[in-house]
């Protein structure tokens, strides 16, 4: 039975479920490989902190990444650190000595998740990276191989759990937006800055990646407008089920004849669609192909043993292209992609305001849509005090730049108490 060696960059949470993933399952994936997987190296940056961490006695645990970059025997590095800056110098050494690489980190394949295939292929070395994007859920793959026949249309995604158990808490429970995030803060789900994830940032990075091998094309975290839930109230959540809607924070990246639009931000989606029923941490993923249609992935996004799941399959897949003499040869198409302004991407929008509660407030309002062609689907007024409405407005799909302008106007009227809510919707 054949041996291979790895080294392990960082142990974190994921890095601990790779340990004992393979303490787990260890003879049932040598079974399938006929090699005997080992790691030899962890990567830290304080090895006295993990003097009682009851790791295997066979690890050599370093800070020093010239023990890892200087060994032969280290045919594959799983880089699980979560800094971009030093994993990318971590990443490109390895490629440059031959050495295959299994990352599980959003943040450097969206940046530059091109340019280090790309060297890999220069070196003859493999890049992985399932689990960059949902955790344990297989779609990275299938973007560049099971789907691969098909043109990709459209990529929409929940991409990320904490936003997803906040909203979820709002709409089932009923939970202010403080409420949500405070218990998801207590159960781990948010940090105690959360802004990466409410903002909608680490979902940024993930349509990014999903989007650049989708559609070949090279696209990147910059190339994506992102709106995070952090304005969502509980008004919202209670309009948007009374119209049989579910609010969730969606990545959407379609493919268009004019162009690559790639957006995060919260939407409206209808109650009945898959989507929309995904609740607490889980993460899913769907897909349109112009012949397979619609699928859609689906599990949990996060969690030491679901990632290291897919960060061992990674691994599997190098090993299997080792042993095939197959590495670092599988060719990617990319094309240098046009990308959508912002404000160019269409979308319906559901818009509620407090205004005077007085005759020809409503016409003041619908005359500024009419001026800028956009189309109200429906409107309802209420009553809150004989002094002040509430105004809830549908409309029909809209440039986002067109509509911004529009709302900006609006505001401006003397009968405008408040712009309290703007989201948009999403019709598949």
């Not at 009851?54 to 594959?76: G, K, S, Y």
């Not at 390895?94 to 299994?102: E, M």
């Not at 003859?124 to 793959?141: L, M, N, T, Y």
Request: hydrophobic share 45%; charged share 25%; with cysteine.
């Amino acid at each position: 039975m054949k041996n291979v060696s790895i080294a392990l960059l960082g142990c974190g949470t994921v890095g601990k479920g790779v340990v004992e993933l393979l303490k787990m399952n260890g003879a049932l994936i040598e079974e399938q490989l006929d090699t005997h997987l080992a790691i030899k190296y962890i990567l830290v940056r304080n090895v006295d902190k993990y003097k009682d961490a009851r790791l295997p006695e066979t690890i050599h645990v370093t800070d020093d990444f010239a023990d890892i970059i200087n060994d032969d025997d280290v045919e594959i590095v799983i880089e699980v650190m979560g800094s971009a800056d030093f994993a990318k110098i971590y990443i490109e050494e390895c490629f440059r000595k031959g050495k295959s690489v299994v990352s599980a980190n959003k943040d450097v394949i969206a940046d530059y998740g091109i340019p280090l295939l790309k060297l890999a292929h220069e070196h003859g070395a493999d890049f992985q990276f399932e689990a960059s994007v949902a955790g344990g859920i297989p779609v990275v793959r299938p973007m560049y191989s099971s789907l691969n026949s098909n043109k990709i249309e459209e990529i929409i995604g929940i991409m990320n759990g904490t936003t997803n158990f906040i909203l979820t808490g709002m709409t089932d429970r009923e939970l202010s937006y403080e409420e949500a995030l405070a218990e998801a803060q207590a159960k781990g789900y948010a940090e105690a800055d959360p802004t990466n994830d409410i903002s909608g940032y680490d979902a940024a990075r993930k349509i990014a990646i999903l989007a650049t091998l989708g559609f070949h094309s090279y696209v990147t975290f910059t190339d994506v407008s992102v709106e995070g839930i952090e304005r969502i109230t509980k008004d919202d959540i209670m309009h948007a089920k009374a119209m049989g809607y579910r609010i969730k924070l969606l990545a959407v990246a379609r493919q268009e004849d004019d162009g690559i639009s790639l957006a995060v931000h919260p939407a409206f989606i209808r109650k009945d669609h898959p989507l929309a029923n995904v609740g607490d941490a889980y993460n899913a993923v769907y897909v349109r192909g112009n012949c397979v249609g619609d699928v859609m992935f689906y599990g949990q996004g996060a969690g030491a043993l679901p990632t290291a799941s897919a960060v061992v399959s990674d691994v599997m897949n190098v090993i299997q292209h080792v042993n095939n003499d197959m590495t670092g040869k599988r060719p990617y198409l990319w094309r240098n992609a046009e990308i959508k302004d912002a404000g160019e991407i269409k979308t319906p929008y559901y818009i509620r305001m407090i205004a005077a509660n007085a005759p020809g407030v409503l016409s003041s309002i619908s005359g500024i849509f009419a001026r800028h062609a956009i189309s109200i689907r429906s409107l309802i007024q209420k009553d809150e005090t004989k002094e002040l409405a509430e105004i809830v407005i549908l409309v029909d799909s809209s440039a986002n730049g067109v509509v911004k302008t529009a709302l900006e106007e609006i505001k401006e009227l003397p009968c405008i108490d408040c712009l309290c809510g703007v989201v948009r919707l999403i019709e598949v």
